[in-house]
């Protein structure tokens, strides 16, 4: 038996009466874990939703790339099916999977362990928030059982306040839901930051992934109840009939748009960094090498968040504004490109001369540079008002938004659920496979979205149910790439599912990685730390080395340690 595998036995012991036990075993039966305070349990409830909604949204997607193999209808017979399918893919991937993803799971779990703390501020919000999710989940399960939603993600009205015969007001109810789990879970991660870190983990001594979470939480809480408000709005004009944006009412259709973007873009940022320190974490462990431009990266997490709220005007350029907003507007979408290259430049500064292990989420790591460098710079085009009025709802804007948002977002969260899951739930998955389906994923990725740049850029218009002739050798391997992704994303779960057959073979630290959570049992402790932890410096990784004995990479013994200085602010 390995040492690792005693190790975790004797954590379940009960010593004078009280339960040592790992979170997954300290307690039996599922009220333990539908009304838990652990934020570790309450991280793995939101992986269940996120991965359950993943494969929801992915199933509508595969039908929609069916539909568009031919340019004539082939399994869906009716344009309004059409509609609803895309739009339920649409508001099922980025209101509960994209989102939430690594903030809800990763955020959740990881956060207290990197600070040293037994839990986040306020355990019970952060179940409340899990169960909003779950009801605002419910919700959109509803809508689409009870009669559909064809508005597309976006509720654009007057469409959504007047024109449509489906559930908008069950959709958009559940939305405004799901943003109060957003709102709760950003606060509570920036008062665990704030209130909760050890005295000599100062703001520059963190982890680069708690910046990411602590500049997309001041994003959810400034941004969400600007949706919110926006979506009571259309219940309110839906329900009662007043003018707000249906022009025939005295309404301004633009005025919504205003208000969706505001949030909407911002929205892209809580998305995408997340993702940024999940890369930070994973390029510098596989690469040995201590972070480049440590207070660069940090600082451009900020300045990304604070760009987010002054750039969605560029989204309306076809909308009649002025010019002046219409450069001004551009101008600041160029302007957020500086601080996201400067991660970019930093990371390959990192991996320069380094030792880089081309294991499963490093290869996810390598993925986003090349996805997120592309939809990047794609967006540039789209920030510039002279391209942006021939490309503008072409399936160039599509393959833009998918490299940003899956290409980046969702490969970030699969390299941060392939790194800490030996950590969440203790056991090592099939490295040969884990390569499989990143390799898998980054092929079928390109194959299915890179040739909708060149369709869109070509005038084909996005959210059409037949096309014309010349877009069909486009659509097809477009359609092609969507099956392999969706083959790739099914080896992914099912080795990662294998995994939990086995019994407990994760080493505490089977990376090498120099943040707290790597030095704590795997699966962690109910309470992340029996004592006081020794704070070590994240990222002096030659503190950290190989241990045959225990097969796992250790602190050496009085290294890398930050000392006892006072929380800054």
Same mark, same amino acid.
């Given at each position: ?210 910046? @990411?979470?602590? /500049? *997309? +939480? !001041?994003?959810? #809480? %400034?941004?969400?109840? =600007? ?94 504004? @002025?010019?002046? /907003? *219409? +450069? !001004?507007?551009? #101008? %600041?979408?160029?302007? =957020? ?103 898998? #994923? ?128």
């Amino acid at each position: 038996m390995s040492t690792t595998t005693i190790a975790n036995e004797e954590q379940v012991a009960e010593p004078g009466g009280f339960r040592h036990g790992d979170y997954l075993t300290c307690d039996k039966g599922w009220k333990s874990w539908a009304f838990t305070l652990d934020h570790k349990r309450i991280g793995v409830m939101y992986m269940l939703g996120v991965v359950f909604s993943f494969f929801l949204g992915g199933m509508f997607a595969l039908v929609l790339r069916m539909e568009l193999f031919t340019p004539n209808p082939t399994i869906i017979r009716s344009g309004d099916t059409y509609n609803q399918l895309f739009t339920l893919h649409g508001a099922i991937m980025i209101f509960l999977v994209i989102i939430p993803s690594i903030p809800a799971v990763l955020g959740n779990f990881v956060l207290p362990i990197m600070l040293g703390a037994k839990d986040v501020a306020f355990p019970r919000i952060n179940l409340m928030s899990f169960h909003l999710y779950v009801i605002g989940m419910v919700m959109l399960v509803a809508a689409i059982l009870s009669g559909g939603l064809d508005t597309g993600w976006t509720f654009y009205t007057p469409y959504s306040t007047v024109v449509s015969q489906t559930s908008v007001v069950m959709a958009v109810m559940g939305a405004f839901v799901l943003g109060f789990s957003s709102i709760f879970t950003g606060l509570n991660f920036v008062v665990t930051i704030h209130k909760m870190r050890p005295a000599g983990m100062t703001f520059f001594k963190m982890p680069l992934f708690l910046w @990411s979470l602590y /500049a *997309t +939480a !001041i994003i959810q #809480i %400034l941004a969400t109840p =600007v949706l919110g408000i926006t979506l009571l709005l259309i219940v309110v004009e839906r329900t009662l009939g007043f003018g707000i944006f249906d022009p025939k009412m005295g309404g301004d259709p633009v005025l919504f748009q205003h208000f969706f973007w505001f949030y909407s873009h911002p929205a892209v940022y809580i998305m995408i960094l997340p993702a940024m320190g999940v890369i930070s974490e994973l390029i510098t462990t596989f690469s040995r090498r201590r972070i480049f431009g440590y207070s660069f990266i940090a600082y451009s997490s900020v300045l990304i968040a604070i760009f987010g709220f002054l750039v969605w005007g560029h989204h309306l350029f076809t909308s009649g504004q @002025s010019p002046v /907003a *219409t +450069a !001004i507007f551009s #101008i %600041l979408t160029f302007s =957020v490109s500086i601080p996201s290259a400067i991660k970019v430049f930093n990371w390959m500064a990192t991996m320069y001369k380094g030792s880089i292990s081309l294991q499963t989420p490093m290869l996810y790591a390598m993925s986003f540079l090349f996805l997120f460098g592309i939809g990047g710079l794609t967006g540039l085009f789209l920030g510039m008002l002279s391209v942006d009025l021939h490309l503008h709802d072409t399936y160039f804007v599509v393959a833009h938004f998918h490299y940003v948002m899956m290409g980046s977002a969702l490969v970030g969260f699969f390299g941060g659920l392939h790194f800490w899951w030996p950590k969440i739930f203790g056991r090592m998955y099939d490295e040969k496979w884990g390569r499989i389906g990143a390799i898998g #994923i980054f092929v079928g990725f390109n194959t299915c979205f890179f040739p909708q740049f060149i369709a869109g850029v070509q005038g084909m218009p996005r959210r059409y149910h037949q096309y014309e002739e010349i877009f069909r050798p486009y659509m097809v391997i477009s359609t092609i790439g969507a099956f392999i992704l969706g083959i790739a994303s099914l080896i992914v779960f099912v080795n990662l599912y294998k995994s939990l057959k086995k019994p407990y073979d994760a080493p505490p630290n089977p990376w090498g990685g120099a943040t707290l959570e790597w030095t704590v049992t795997s699966p962690p402790p109910h309470h992340n730390f029996d004592e006081e932890p020794k704070i070590y410096d994240p990222y002096n990784l030659e503190a950290v080395v190989w241990d045959p004995e225990t097969r796992s990479y250790k602190h050496l013994e009085g290294q890398g340690l930050l000392g006892d200085g006072e929380q800054d602010a």
